[in-house]
């Protein structure tokens, strides 16, 4: 499997591609449409061997300078680089206590989930 993955990352060579069939292995199932591929599928492959190596590593950057013979700042610059590439993650606004108490009143939060909120 992980050399077909290679195979089709060099062959569409970055370019955004649809997959339009996607068949489970283990049954006669088929699906088709057009699907879009995961953001981390979307890396080129050289970045997704980046990022499993950071993961298996626990995030350890002392690790991954070992693993590719790189400096601190250059493991971090990278890490920075790709991640730029993943903003499909939007943190959630912390609710300061204002901004709850005015939700209540507006009847948008009930008064459990503002007690919640406020003993945070």
């Known amino acids: 499997m992980l050399k077909d993955w290679q195979e089709m990352t060099r062959l569409t060579q970055g370019k955004p591609i649809i997959v339009e069939r ?3 292995i283990d049954g006669d199932i088929a699906i088709e449409g057009g699907f879009e591929l995961p953001p981390l599928a979307r890396l080129p ?3 997704q061997v980046f990022i499993a190596a950071f993961i298996r590593c626990h995030g ?3 690790e ?3 693993i590719f013979g790189i400096s601190y700042p250059t493991v971090k610059n990278r890490l920075d680089r790709i991640s ?4 499909f993650i939007e943190p959630l606004p912390l609710n300061t206590t204002e901004e709850t108490l005015e939700e209540l009143e507006r009847g948008e939060i009930t008064a459990e989930e503002a007690i919640q909120r406020l003993s945070r």
């Open 60 to 62: 350890s950057i002392k």
């Open 22 to 24: 996607i068949r489970l």
């Open 64 to 66: 991954m300078e070992r």
């Open 45 to 47: 492959l050289e970045e």
């Open 84 to 87: 730029k590439k993943l903003d």
